[in-house]
């Protein structure tokens, strides 16, 4: 199984940018996908994106312009960037993992992100 660490959340300032950081163990065919959701208080949990292992990615639309995905994978790490911060950004953050597409998914630990109004 794989476990996910995540780190690098914080505070920072509108228009600010800031990177996550996700490092996968354990059997690496699971995680050949590796994503990112986020969580707004009192609301549910968004998707922002995925990366596989063979560098495909997909956005969420909400997300795509101001965040990008990327993923180091001899070090078995995914990234998030995400510039020109807003508060509405303001959330908990997960790394996820999957074998495939839609498979079973592994979660990190949150990790908060706090844009200030």
């Known amino acids: 199984q794989a476990q996910l660490v995540a780190s690098g959340g914080g505070s920072v300032q509108a228009g600010e940018s800031l990177t996550l950081s996700c490092k996968a163990s354990g059997s690496p065919f699971t995680s050949n996908v590796m994503g990112w959701y986020r969580q707004a208080p009192g609301k549910q949990r968004e998707w922002l994106g995925y990366i596989t292992k063979e560098g495909d990615i997909s956005n969420a639309d909400s997300v795509k312009d101001r965040f990008t995905i990327s993923r180091d994978n001899t070090e078995r790490m995914v990234f998030l960037l995400m510039t020109n911060l807003e508060h509405d950004d303001t959330g908990e953050y997960f790394c996820?993992?999957?074998?495939?597409?839609?498979?079973?998914?592994?979660w990190g630990q949150g990790i908060q992100v706090t844009v200030p109004s």
């Open positions: 996820s993992a999957e074998r495939y597409v839609g498979g079973v998914r592994r």
